[in-house]
DNA sequence: AAAACGGGGGC
DNA sequence: GCCCCAGTTTT
């Protein structure tokens, strides 16, 4: 049997029509407003297992009264944590936050560092998260996999893999590097809307009739 | 490999 | 009421 296989040309496409009605994640609305590196380390540290919109409003908050490394420190934990209540995990990312803002001026003469080994020394911050700063804060080439991108490339077959670290280094293979830009962010919005976890929306899919559904059961 | 961190929202 | 979520760290 042969396997189905996405166009992706069409594919992200029909993703951008798609995003117009959506609202636009949380570090695309920062970026667009020309956002540094720090504050697209700090929005997305919030943003880790809590939905878009609460994570939207509590990075507005917290970086107009500090959105800087010099400015975070001097915060107290408790002043953060009310800033950015109710992002998930919030008194561990009030303290993580003041942390590695201390680190940057201890080590990094207060800058965010541009290399991913560097990043990834720093507490909290993981593949998915460095990969943001890296792509949105300092323009470089590469593909941020969080759980959307992850699910919803094996979901479609665009790739097989068992992690998110195997399906970005999968993409960087099979993805036109055009599209590496536009991939995370279509298909966050996208996810979040029609190619959720359970139950998706394949009725109100683009793709519906070549996807393979691979972890599909029920669908809507 | 799996639990744990935390609270809001969908169903 | 129960399950899930723009992950990462620790056991």
Redesign the pocket.
């Known amino acids: 049997m042969r396997k189905q296989v996405v166009d992706l040309d069409r594919f992200v496409r029909e993703l951008k029509k798609a995003r117009k009605k959506s609202q636009?994640?949380?570090?695309?609305?920062i970026a667009n407003r020309g956002a540094t590196p720090f504050e697209i380390l700090a929005s997305?540290l919030l943003?880790?297992?809590?939905?878009?919109?609460?994570?939207d409003a509590a990075a507005r908050r917290l970086l107009a009264v500090a959105n800087t490394p010099e400015q975070i420190a001097a915060l107290p934990a408790q002043k953060i944590e009310k800033l950015i209540?109710?992002?998930?995990?919030?008194?561990?990312?009030a303290k993580r936050l003041i942390e590695i803002s201390r680190i940057l001026l201890e080590r990094h003469d207060g800058r965010v560092p541009d290399e991913m080994e560097a990043l990834?020394a720093?507490?909290?911050?993981?593949?998915?998260?460095?990969n943001l700063v890296l792509i949105e804060g300092f323009g470089r080439d590469g593909i941020c996999v969080?759980?959307?991108v992850h699910?919803i490339s094996n979901r479609t077959g665009i790739v097989t893999t068992?992690t998110?670290e195997e399906t970005e280094f999968a993409l960087r293979k099979t993805l036109p590097k055009k599209y590496w830009k536009p991939y995370?962010?279509l298909l966050?919005?996208y996810?979040?809307t029609i190619c959720?976890?359970?139950s998706p929306f394949c009725s109100r899919c683009p793709v519906e009739a070549e996807c393979p559904k691979q972890d599909v059961t029920r669908s809507r």
């Open positions: 636009a994640p949380v570090i695309t609305l997305t943003s880790l297992r809590t939905k878009d919109a609460v994570t209540y109710p992002v998930g995990f919030y008194p561990t990312k990834l720093l507490p909290g911050v993981g593949r998915k998260t460095a969080d759980t959307h699910r068992r998110p995370n962010e966050v919005s996810g979040q959720v976890p359970v």
